[in-house]
């Protein structure tokens, strides 16, 4: 199983990502854009494995709070001759606990995870062409902003279902508040 730990969006943020999605398409972007049902915030990437009660322990070891999540701002990342599109969140103390914290147990059961920094984000499009009339600066302000609260954190399966890209949620761990 292709696996990744991720927290799945409120309905009112994925609103506003498909309202960034449709001002892209307004200005005749051409890409692959992420569905509507699998927008969510990638946390960890555990990729092909088949060890799936490790998977499950570490998000049963958490123990964090929940919070506030808000997105921020939008860009894109060059790949190759296509970019990739994406939103923004604001990375607040929580989210990189939440993240790191989450890390830290899965590599605790043994699992080999990428190195480089966390950078989150919401992926929009891929492979994308830009035409030279793109308005860069009228994108930007494309998302509104929005925020939900965070409570739960998702190990979800990614496979090709009837060609279609398709993230299915396994095991849901929740964030416990100590108040």
Known sequence: MRLFYAILLSEEMKRALVGAQDFLRAQGIQGNYTRHENLHLTLAFLGE???????????????????????????????????????????????????????????????????????????????????????REAFSSSVSPTEMEVRVVSLMKSERIRGVLTYTEIFRGSLISKK
């Open 49 to 135: 494995t088949d060890r799936l009660s490790a998977a499950r322990r570490a998000a049963e070891q958490l123990g964090e709070e929940p919070f506030r999540l808000s997105l921020k701002g939008v860009g894109s990342f060059r790949r190759g001759d296509s970019e990739l599109f994406w939103a923004g969140v604001n990375l607040t103390s929580e989210l990189k606990r939440l993240q790191s914290v989450l890390s830290g147990c899965l590599r605790e059961e043994g699992f080999s995870l990428e190195n480089r920094r966390f950078q989150p984000h919401l992926t929009l499009a891929r492979e994308v062409r830009v035409p030279a009339s793109f308005d």
